[in-house]
């Protein structure tokens, strides 16, 4: 017999469940950085969806005047971008 499988578009309650997951990931991006971010200190930047909200998170402070000295390495040209977007000062690896 032929069974036909259809693939429905995304549900309202898996599109709330992705919201979910997604303030999550930028709850804790935002609280590693303000648990232990500190002025003065040389930061890694790392990759990813939570990575990305711990950035965005590095950039208000920094813009706000919250924190002060910091040095950031990022781990990906993605990173970087955002970084240099939110004028995070950067360095490498191989020049810090």
């Not at 993605?78 to 950067?90: G, M």
Request: hydrophobic residues 35%.
């Amino acid at each position: 017999a032929f069974t036909q499988v259809t693939y429905a578009p995304r549900t309202f309650s898996t599109m709330l469940k992705m919201a979910t997951q997604d303030e999550l990931k930028k709850q804790v991006g935002y609280k590693a950085v303000d648990d232990y971010v500190k002025s003065g200190m040389v930061i890694g930047l790392g990759t990813g969806s939570t990575a990305y909200y711990a950035v965005e998170r590095v950039g208000e402070k920094l813009k706000s005047g919250e924190l002060k000295d910091i040095i950031a390495i990022p781990t990906s040209i993605r990173t970087k971008e955002q970084a240099e977007s939110l004028d995070i000062p950067l360095v490498t690896l191989d020049t810090h």
